[in-house]
Structures are given as structure tokens and as C-alpha cells.
């Protein structure tokens, strides 16, 4: 496992980009994927000097990646929500997608991404909350596989708490669409200086 901060993510910015087409390509967000456009998102992170990478390596090989970065350096999207709910941005440190390829899962990385998020939100002062979105998909939707669950639950032990009214709207082009739909994505929101649900070990 390692952390970079801003700029120094540079380096693994292409293995990252094509990481995260390999892990959205499955459920729940069956991403087809553009190598351009992950190059810029991942960019936009790296930019932000206190933005934070924290990546699980098997030798040179990226096998898992987590981001963050102060909301307030993040786009209207994602702002905007915690504006309409009389939240300050500046307060927020914004987390990005956790993304693990299946043979590294249930080995406790999911629990090191958080902590390292977490602690370096800490470590910046000034935020009060951490947050994250998670995109919807109806219970019933066919494309489910039967051995899919959902990480709600890990995300309950880890002390955050399901918003019922707040959401962002993306557009993305799924597996067998020629063009880009909207995706509704939840958010979840957890106090930071809150350490009272931490799980142990």
C-alpha cells in the first residue's frame, strides 16, 4: 500500500485509468469505459494539492486504487447537493471511487482505503465531514448478477449514514449503449472527527 498527495500520482495515472475500466465494467456500473476521459478525470484529482491516492501495489502492478479531495476542489456536481442542504463545501473532504480487481478482495483493503482517506482528511484540519455517492440501481434491474451484494453494509460499519434526499446526477455510456445516459448516484455522509464506530483490526 501506498499514499501520494497532488501531483505525485502522476506516474501510475494511465495504470489507474485503465484499473477503473476494468473494475466499473461489472455491476452496478456496467461502464464501457473511455481511456480519455479517465485520464482527465484522474488528472483533475492530481491537481488538487491536497487531493490523496492511496494505492494497493502487487509488485508494480496497480491492483487497487482510492481518492479523495477537498469538495470545494471538485466540480458543481458534486457540490452542489451539500449547498442545497445548507452544508458548507469547504468543510467536506470528498472521497472518489475505491477500485479493487476481484482476486485482491476480502483482504481487508476495502477498511485500508477508508483509514488512509480518512486520516489524511485529518491530517489537513479544517474539515468536519467526509462524503462519498454510490449510484442506484433499481432491486429488480435484470442485469443483477445473483451473486451481487451490495456494500451498504460495509459502509454502516464503517459510520456512514445513507442520505435520503441527496443525490448527483452523472452521465456515463454503459456496456452495449452507443451513447451517454444519466445515472443517479447517492450520497453518504459521515462526521470525520466521529471514531466511535471505527472497526477494530
Avoid at 495515472?13 to 461502464?31: E, G, H, T
Wanted: aromatic share 14%; charged share 25%.
Amino acid at each position: 500500500m501506498t499514499t501520494c498527495v497532488g501531483e505525485a500520482v502522476a506516474p501510475y495515472l494511465d495504470d489507474l485509468s485503465r484499473l477503473r475500466i476494468a473494475v466499473f465494467r461489472d455491476y452496478p456500473y456496467l461502464y464501457k469505459g473511455d481511456v480519455a476521459y479517465e485520464r482527465d478525470y484522474l488528472a483533475a484529482y492530481a491537481r488538487s494539492p491536497r487531493s490523496v491516492f492511496v494505492l494497493a501495489l502487487d509488485g508494480d502492478s496497480v491492483v487497487g486504487a482510492s481518492s479523495g479531495l477537498p469538495l470545494a476542489d471538485d466540480g458543481d456536481a458534486f457540490q452542489q447537493p451539500f449547498r442545497e442542504h445548507g452544508m458548507a463545501v469547504d468543510e467536506v473532504f470528498y472521497f472518489g471511487e475505491s477500485v479493487l480487481l476481484n482476486t485482491y478482495r476480502g483482504q481487508g483493503l476495502g477498511h485500508r482505503f477508508f483509514d488512509e482517506r480518512e486520516a489524511h482528511a485529518r491530517s489537513l484540519g479544517g474539515f468536519c465531514r467526509t462524503a462519498f455517492c454510490s449510484v442506484e440501481r433499481d432491486a429488480n434491474d435484470p442485469r443483477r448478477p445473483p451473486h451481487y451484494r451490495s456494500n451498504d453494509a460495509f459502509w454502516r460499519k464503517r459510520g456512514y449514514q445513507r442520505q435520503e434526499t441527496m443525490f448527483c446526477h452523472l452521465d456515463w455510456t454503459e456496456l452495449g449503449d452507443a451513447a451517454p445516459t444519466s445515472h443517479s448516484l447517492r450520497f453518504w455522509l459521515r462526521p470525520l472527527d466521529d471514531r466511535s464506530t471505527r472497526p477494530e483490526g
